[in-house]
């Protein structure tokens, strides 16, 4: 076997093979690449746009949660608890531990959205702003995903302007389902438009459906509504028409898309079933747009949900996420290193895919 790694990241199509990368002690080089203190890549080993320097941090998190005071008290001052503990130092802790150059943060549920026009631009504008300036404070840690008060219109074309072009942030952070209403809804087709436009990133993040809150006894609804919520956006964004519709936005699916993995024989039946209005939603088929979403790997990193993901998506749609602070970034490091990838299929996870799609993350 050739005893020099082959460094590439991977590029958006077909899967990468396993022998892409051969590298002599190869089981003991991915343990000490995604080791705790070894998180560097061999000299020479690029990303696009910037190498990765031995010994140095280069994962990149995009499923990081930020708690800006202004919204912690306003939560409180609802009565809505699960407010984790969070500052920027432990974040910043955190992603020293596990290798993590840059996390991408955005606002955890419900985001901006309190059914209230004038109180959801203001949330959105003060958490888009701490967002901005977080970045400026820690340069090179932090980039942003921004919130929008997505059931208002023009709240939110006006937000999209001041975020992605004054504060330049990395792209949008939604939540999967506003006030019972799911991302295909027509009601959002001028936002989407918008960002279609723009070419725009939009990261989402799952919460509890207005339609099902609780419906086991003493069971915490992030245990299964979460994942389901993300099913239920996916389902709508596909065969509401969005994703074809609307094909340059790239989407971000949390927690390596939910259930939708574990139903997609219930989804394809779906596109046969619909006949003559599948071909219209969906001209290229529901497979073809699903290969074209990214999944972050936050609380899917395990063996079912990663195997079942990755029957449907090559490597280069999956993208590092922790879910700090709800969870720890080792979580996720430790479980994704007793999955099976190529070296090239960890790098384009942990770092490359997510710098092909949003650049400037390549200067991390």
């Keep these: 076997m050739n005893d020099k790694l082959t460094c590439m990241c991977a590029p958006a199509g077909p899967a990468l093979s396993a022998d892409t990368a051969q590298v002599s002690g190869r089981r003991g080089f991915l343990s000490s690449l995604l080791g705790l203190g070894a998180a560097a890549l061999l000299p020479g080993c690029q990303s696009p746009g910037a190498s990765v320097a031995q010994g140095q941090p ?27 503990k969070w500052s920027a130092q432990m ?10 150059a840059t996390s991408v943060v955005s606002l955890m549920q419900p985001g901006a959205y309190f059914k209230q026009i004038d109180t959801d631009r203001r949330v959105a504008r003060e958490s888009n702003n701490y967002s901005a300036q977080l970045a400026r404070d820690f340069p090179g840690r932090f980039g942003s995903f921004a919130a929008l008060p997505l059931m208002d219109t023009e709240g939110s074309l006006r937000e999209i302007d001041y975020a992605l072009d004054t504060l330049k942030a990395e792209g949008i952070g939604l939540m999967t389902s506003y006030g019972g209403k799911y991302l295909g809804d027509p009601q959002f087709w001028p936002i989407w438009e918008e960002l279609n436009r723009r070419k725009a990133v939009v990261y989402t993040h799952p919460l509890m459906s207005a339609c099902c809150r609780n419906p086991v006894d003493g069971l915490p609804p992030a245990v299964i509504e979460y994942a389901t919520d993300t099913t239920r956006s996916i389902a709508s964004v596909l065969f509401g028409g969005v994703a074809s519709r609307y094909p340059d936005i790239k989407w ?16 394809t039946r779906q596109e046969l079933d619909m006949k003559e209005r599948a071909r219209a939603v969906l001209p290229q088929g529901v497979l073809h747009e699903v290969q074209r979403f990214y999944f972050d790997t936050a609380q899917g990193h395990h063996e079912g949900a990663m195997a079942a993901l990755r029957a449907l998506v090559p490597a280069s749609q999956i993208m590092f996420g922790s879910d700090f602070p709800f969870r720890q970034a080792q979580d996720v490091r430790i479980g994704l290193s007793e999955r099976r990838f190529s070296a090239a299929e960890r790098l384009a996870i942990d770092r490359g895919n997510a710098v092909r799609i949003m650049p400037r993350l390549s200067a991390t």
Aim: hydrophobic fraction near 40%; avoid cysteine.
């Design 252 to 267: 971000i699916w949390s927690h390596s898309g939910g259930s939708m993995p574990f139903l997609w024989s219930r989804f």
């Design 91 to 100: 974040s910043i802790d955190d992603m020293d531990s596990n290798g993590i």
């Design 58 to 84: 280069y994962r990149i998190d995009i499923h990081h949660h930020v708690v800006p005071p202004n919204y912690a008290a306003h939560l409180a001052s609802l009565g809505i608890g699960g407010v984790p």
